[in-house]
């Protein structure tokens, strides 16, 4: 299939898309895609969120994964092409309106009950294999931005780690200002202790 042909993903998660399938086995080998677990997932989720929501209203319109493959094409960039990652940005964008001025990140590795929907800044914890998502700018955040996140100095030397070896340094280790607070802690109860 080629990357220009339509996409017809839309909101409900239950609709099948015909250029991005899914690929989890019960809908890869049975094709039965009313018992895929995520699909059932996001429009539970869904209409636990906007109960009086028109599904079929929906249908047609574009989506927000739509949107920035159409900007993709113009830049050359990449989306994400897992069926479930293109429902998950197409709900919380949905749910998260104007998306050009949010500052919603989110996790794609998370299932959508665990996917924090907050627009206060606040950027999900980042794990092992954490692949983080800011839905304004339509991009994955790479290594550097995750390591300004984690306050790591920008001269660190990554030089000879792959892009996942570094994902992987970064979800094992302790944002430094914790540490700092940490350490200011245990000294503040040893002194107390002393005394």
């Known amino acids: ?9 839309q909101l409900d998660p239950t609709l099948v898309c015909s250029k ?29 969120k906007m109960p009086n ?46 998306v050009d001025g ?4 989110l996790d794609l590795t998370q299932t959508i009950s665990w996917c924090q929907d907050r627009t206060d800044g606040v950027v999900p914890t980042i794990a092992t294999k954490s692949r983080l998502f800011c839905v ?20 660190a030397n990554f030089n000879n780690l792959t892009p996942a070896t570094v994902r992987k340094v970064l979800g094992n280790m302790m944002h430094i200002g914790d540490v700092g607070m940490m350490r200011g802690v245990a000294f503040g109860l040893r002194t107390s202790l002393l005394f």
């Open 1 to 9: 299939m080629n990357r220009f042909e339509k996409c017809n993903c």
């Open 20 to 48: 991005h399938t899914c690929q989890c086995k019960v809908c890869k080998t049975e094709g039965n895609t009313a018992v895929c677990s995520w699909r059932i997932a996001h429009l539970e989720y869904l209409t636990k």
């Open 53 to 98: 929501l028109k599904l079929k209203e929906e249908e047609g319109n574009l989506t927000y994964m739509q949107i920035m493959e159409m900007h993709a094409r113009e830049i050359g960039g990449q989306v994400p092409q897992s069926a479930r990652e293109r429902s998950l940005l197409n709900i919380m964008a949905f749910l998260n309106q104007p």
């Open 102 to 105: 949010s500052d919603l990140i």
């Open 136 to 155: 304004a700018q339509g991009n994955e955040l790479s290594c550097g931005q995750l390591m300004d996140l984690m306050g790591v100095p920008t001269d």
